[in-house]
C-alpha cells in the first residue's frame, strides 16, 4: 500500500543489498563508495567517512580506501560492496551471489560477516549457487525453473 517514494525511504532505511556485480560508482573512491550507504542513512559526511573507515577495515580492505573501483580486483570490489550493504545496519541484507567473486578465504570472511548480521531483529537473504553457503544457513529454499522445489530447516554450522 505504500507509494513509491515511501517504498524507497524503507528500502533505503532497512534494506542493504550486495549485487552480484557490485554497482560501485566509478567516480568515487572506495572510502566513498562505502560512506555512501552511511550517508544515505541519515549520517554526516564525518561520521559516515568515519564508519566507512570501520567498514573496510571489516572486509580487510584498509589500504584500499583512496583507490577507484577500476584499480580493484573483482574480489576486492564484491567485498566493497559487502562494507557498503552492511553501512548503518540494516535490517536485511539481500545478498545477489555475495562471495561468488572471492577466494576461499575472502569468502568465509563475508559469511562471517553476514551471518553475525543475523539477530531476533534481522535477516540475511542469499541468492546463490555455492553450496558452501548452505553451512551458514538457517534456512534453505531449492529453486528449479522459478520454483521453490524443496525447503530444509537446519542450525548453521559455519564458523564465523
Not at 525511504?9 to 560501485?24: D, E, K, M, P, S
Not at 545478498?95 to 561468488?100: H, V
Not at 575472502?106 to 535477516?123: H, K, N, P
Not at 534453505?140 to 520454483?147: F, I, V
Request: proline share 4%; no cysteine.
Amino acid at each position: 500500500e505504500l507509494n513509491e517514494a515511501a517504498v524507497s525511504r524503507v528500502r533505503r532505511a532497512h534494506v542493504g543489498f550486495i549485487f552480484q556485480t557490485y554497482n560501485l560508482f566509478p567516480g568515487l573512491t572506495v572510502l566513498d563508495n562505502v560512506a555512501l550507504g552511511f550517508r544515505m542513512r541519515g549520517r554526516t559526511i564525518a561520521a559516515a567517512r568515519g564508519q566507512a573507515t570501520g567498514a573496510l577495515a571489516s572486509v580487510g580492505l584498509s589500504e584500499r580506501a583512496r583507490f577507484l573501483p577500476e584499480q580493484l580486483s573483482s574480489g576486492q570490489k564484491q567485498r566493497v560492496a559487502v562494507a557498503r550493504a552492511l553501512s548503518g545496519g540494516p535490517a536485511v541484507v539481500i545478498g545477489d551471489e555475495p562471495t561468488a567473486a572471492l577466494d576461499t578465504p575472502s569468502a568465509m570472511a563475508v559469511l562471517g560477516l553476514l551471518r553475525a548480521r543475523v539477530t531476533a531483529d534481522s535477516a540475511v537473504v542469499v541468492v546463490t549457487h555455492d553450496q558452501r553457503l548452505e553451512r551458514y544457513a538457517h534456512r534453505t529454499l531449492y529453486m528449479a525453473d522459478g520454483r521453490i522445489v524443496r525447503e530444509r530447516r537446519h542450525q548453521p554450522r559455519g564458523e564465523a
